[in-house]
């Protein structure tokens, strides 16, 4: 089956420390990948997208992704968080099932501690 | 990047009675999208808001009972009709550019409903 993974459901870092948020995607052909955010009662906003151009894709707000086809992995990483990160993040993959399909992932909140 | 606004932002409403809901993008796109987030989950795409003509939906949801509207580029609407409990949700609209596996959505902010 072709599907999207967030492998988990919460993060907790500490302010100023690394964020790393897992995604695995399953699928036959090269995807199309992207990350979104979503603050509590706000809509979603994109903070990146993966299109098959450089694999190293750099967002908003600091945050970057890699796509490694090899490990079928795109994870979302930014060096050091911010209390604004706090918020919900969906990876969201575009899949070729015939004809164009988008699925979200389950997604993984994120708390930063001060 | 597209603007999208949704009416209401909000709603409590009554088992049994219908709510429209509008969408309102600031430029003209091809595609138009409704989602549901049911509480603590993800969204999971209702339909596709086909300008001209009827919606696609996707499996598990129909027309009866989410009857959609785009008359033009810019506007849609999706109404959740015969309500229950279980439609409590956000319901979100979004707006695509591009096309195929280079289609980028972008999302207005929501219609909280609570079915009581």
């Known amino acids: 089956a072709q599907s999207v993974t967030q492998l988990d459901s919460h993060v907790s870092v500490s302010e100023g420390t690394p964020v790393l948020l897992r995604c695995n995607y399953s699928s036959s052909y090269s995807p199309s990948l992207f990350w979104y955010v979503q603050h509590p009662n706000k809509g979603l906003q994109l903070l990146l997208k993966?299109?098959?151009?450089?694999?190293l894709v750099k967002g908003i707000n600091g945050f970057e992704a890699e796509f490694k086809k090899s490990e079928t992995s795109f994870h979302l990483t930014k060096p050091s968080a911010h209390m604004s990160d706090a918020a919900e993040y969906f990876c969201?993959?575009?899949?070729?099932?015939?004809?164009?399909?988008?699925?979200f992932g389950a997604g993984t909140r994120l708390f930063v501690k001060a | 990047s597209a603007v999208i606004s949704q009416k209401p932002s909000r709603d409590i409403c009554q088992r049994g009675t219908s709510l429209t809901i509008q969408c309102q993008v600031d430029s003209q796109v091809t595609m138009m999208f409704w989602y549901r987030q049911q509480p603590g989950q993800s969204l999971t795409l209702i339909a596709t808001a086909n300008q001209g003509s009827e919606a696609t939906y996707e499996s598990g949801f129909v027309i009866d009972k989410f009857p959609i509207s785009r008359p033009n580029l810019t506007f849609s609407t999706l109404t959740v009709s015969n309500m229950s409990p279980e439609d409590s949700s956000i319901y979100l609209c979004?707006?695509?550019?591009?096309?195929?596996?280079?289609?980028?959505?972008?999302f207005g902010p929501g219609t909280r409903l609570t079915v009581l």
């Open positions: 979004s707006a695509g550019e591009g096309q195929g596996a280079n289609l980028e959505q972008f």
């Open positions: 969201v993959v575009i899949l070729n099932t015939g004809g164009f399909k988008t699925i």
């Open positions: 993966y299109t098959s151009a450089a694999t």
